[in-house]
């Protein structure tokens, strides 16, 4: 009954993990898994880890299940950041259309797509990190590493439910190929460690693999409400004053729980009002009034569905006391505070991933892979069958 009432459509996906589990037992496929940052503020807390040990230990629980590679999709957050803040700063040097909306986050984008057809310019062309990670290694890595598209099976670990709807996209198959073919909740990843009686003993921390290692710390804000804004700024303040961003890397008046949260920044003569907007409630009223052409005096609005963020998002285990939200997002905020690389548009694997495959932000190339478009729900295609 669930199934058939689910506005979104994700809980047509929630039977992946049996998909997952015959992938990887099969000898002719190579199972590819990235993680999102969200999913090791959680594992943290499941397992009383410290920030710090987090991500090994998640690398090493996905190599023990059995994944034959393992990638961070922090680092496909650096990339949105690249690509993103290269589009917004574009718009605001050519007068585009504004306030612009980011993209990551399907639940929001489904509304737009549903109820503010009308916002559709406004929002970001880029797809969401786990659709750029999976596009990226579904042609970078599969050319780079020789593996068939067949034999390439790629899973993607997530805080959201909406992730499993928008991996089904058609338009993120193109060619009938889906950039993520299985998406699994921080819940199901939880359960798979169960299922194989797994303990904490029983793992090795490990890194994540090359071509993808390394990534910043502006790239796991992601997992927080605020943190997509931050990440942007680090790198448009930059851009636009041409000046290395020394002293004030941390915009903590966009981090926390509140549901609108606002920043202004100046750099180059050009002036940024950003806000920042948790929870869909959060966002309607100033979605009718920008669709009913009323300038609200912003420029940059990030939005998310899930209040405080992805760390609270409906595929992670529900949060059962006070504070645990407030210890989820201090894991991110200490993974950033400690990071060697703090700014996407510094993270030498991303830029080495330009300099051999995307050429340049917003290239051809890049806009082929790394973007998308949006239509009004009615107009909207059927999402794919894996
Ligand atoms: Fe998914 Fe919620 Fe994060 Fe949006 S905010 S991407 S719905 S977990």
Redesign the pocket.
């Known amino acids: 009954q669930c199934v058939r009432a689910c506005p979104c459509g994700a809980l047509d996906y929630v039977r992946e993990r049996g998909d997952v589990f015959t992938a990887i037992n099969d000898p002719a496929k190579v199972v590819v898994g990235f993680v999102a940052p969200?999913v090791r503020t959680v594992v943290a807390e499941h397992f009383g880890l410290p920030f710090d040990e987090a991500s090994a230990f998640i690398a090493g629980v996905m190599r023990r299940i059995g994944f034959d590679k393992v990638f961070d999709f922090t680092f496909a957050a650096d990339l949105t950041i690249m690509e993103e803040t290269t589009e917004f700063l574009g718009r605001v040097s050519s007068g585009g259309v504004m306030p612009h909306f980011t993209s990551?986050?399907?639940?929001?984008v489904n509304l737009v797509e549903r109820r503010y057809p009308a916002l559709i310019p406004h929002l970001s062309s880029c797809k969401?990190p786990q659709q750029m990670m999976g596009a990226t290694v579904k042609n970078h890595f599969a050319q780079q590493s020789g593996v068939s598209l067949d034999e390439l099976y790629v899973v993607s670990i997530?805080?959201?439910?909406?992730?499993k709807y928008e991996a089904a996209r058609p338009e993120f198959a193109p060619e009938g190929v889906r950039d993520v073919d299985a998406v699994l909740t921080t819940t199901e990843f939880l359960e798979m460690i169960e299922m194989l009686r797994l303990e904490p003993a029983d793992i090795t921390p490990a890194e994540f693999d090359e071509p993808y290692r390394r990534v910043t710390g502006a790239g796991i804000l992601f997992g927080a409400s605020g943190g997509v804004a931050e990440a942007t700024l680090r790198m448009a303040v930059e851009k636009l004053t041409g000046e290395p961003l020394l002293d004030k890397l941390d915009f903590e008046e966009v981090r926390g729980f509140e549901g609108i949260k606002e920043t202004t920044v100046t750099g180059g003569g050009v002036t940024v009002r950003v806000a920042v907007v948790s929870g869909l409630n959060n966002i309607e009223p100033l979605a009718r009034r920008i669709a009913a052409g009323e300038d609200v005096g912003y420029d940059l609005i990030e939005v998310?569905?899930?209040p405080g963020?992805?760390i609270?998002?409906?595929?992670h285990p529900v949060p059962g006391k006070v504070g645990q939200m407030a210890a989820r997002q201090k894991v991110l905020v200490n993974i950033d505070r400690t990071s060697y690389l703090r700014k996407s548009h510094e993270n030498p694997d991303v830029l080495r991933l330009y300099d051999e495959f995307y050429g340049e932000p917003n290239s051809e190339t890049a806009h082929h892979l790394l973007h998308t478009s949006y239509a009004p729900f009615r107009d909207a295609a059927v999402p794919t069958e894996r």
């Open positions: 969200a990551c986050c399907p639940g929001w969401s997530v805080p959201c439910l909406a992730k998310m569905a899930c963020g992805c609270n998002g409906a595929g």
